[in-house]
């Protein structure tokens, strides 16, 4: 069965500093992955995706993310971290050798704190 | 925003009662879907629409669920005999040919 685990409930980083949000994934084929913000009483912003190609992936806001094939991980970094990216932050997954159009797998979410 | 809208974004109601919610999308996704997120959770998927097709239900999806899309544009979502178990916040999202879903900003179910 398709999951996604994210270890962390809660990242304390201090502004400035690089932050790194930890994902591990597991499907049966190949995975499209993708990070997912959510500030409060809000709906989730797209942040980037990984379908194929360089496993750096890069996306708003100045987050970047890595695929590792071998460790079933795709991790969320920034390389300096703004008060303004605290928030929740989620991992998903989509086995791409379902059909096209199959629903995402959520994590349960990693809530980041970055403080001034 | 992202372009995907939801109505009511607040429902209050008393356990027993129908309740609809209503989601357009962005005009040129022809691929929508309904998420269930409880306090603590991600997104739990609740069922999946091609144009006005139905085509992935989820066990969420118990029998008191209904969801339509006719003619392939909004999309509405309806509780019948609501139960304090369905106290949750419930997400539209959509997506076109490049496959990323963009969500709305949901609807806040709470049942008294």
């Known amino acids: 069965a398709q999951s996604v685990a994210q270890p962390e409930d809660q990242v304390n980083v201090a502004e400035g500093n690089p932050l790194t949000v930890k994902c591990t994934y597991s499907?049966?084929?190949?995975?499209?992955l993708f990070w997912y913000v959510q500030y409060p009483n809000r709906g989730l912003q797209f942040l980037l995706k990984?379908?194929?190609?360089?496993?750096l992936v890069k996306g708003s806001y100045g987050f970047e993310a890595e695929f590792n094939k071998s460790q079933t991980s795709f991790h969320l970094k920034k390389p300096s971290a703004l008060v303004s990216d605290s928030a929740l932050y989620f991992c998903?997954?989509?086995?791409?050798?379902?059909?096209?159009?199959?629903?995402?797998?959520f994590g349960k979410g990693t809530t980041l704190s970055v403080s001034s | 925003d992202t372009g995907v809208s939801q109505d009511p974004r607040h429902k209050i109601t008393k356990r027993g009662q129908n309740v609809t919610f209503r989601c357009d999308p962005i005009?040129?996704?022809?691929?929508l879907y309904w998420y269930r997120q409880t306090l603590g959770q991600g997104p739990e998927f609740l069922t999946y629409?091609?144009?006005?097709?139905?085509?992935?239900k989820s066990r969420l999806l118990s029998d008191r669920f209904s969801a339509e899309r006719p003619k392939g544009s909004f999309s509405t979502l309806e509780i019948q005999r609501t139960e304090q178990g369905d106290s949750a916040m419930y997400l539209c999202?959509?997506?076109?040919?490049?496959?990323?879903?963009?969500f709305g900003p949901g609807t806040r179910l709470t049942v008294l």
């Open positions: 629409f091609q144009n006005e097709a139905q085509l992935e």
């Open positions: 990984y379908i194929t190609g360089d496993n």
């Open positions: 499907v049966s084929g190949n995975p499209y």
């Open positions: 999202a959509t997506a076109g040919a490049l496959d990323t879903q963009y």
């Open positions: 005009s040129e996704h022809n691929r």
């Open positions: 998903a997954v989509r086995d791409i050798n379902g059909q096209a159009g199959t629903a995402l797998i």
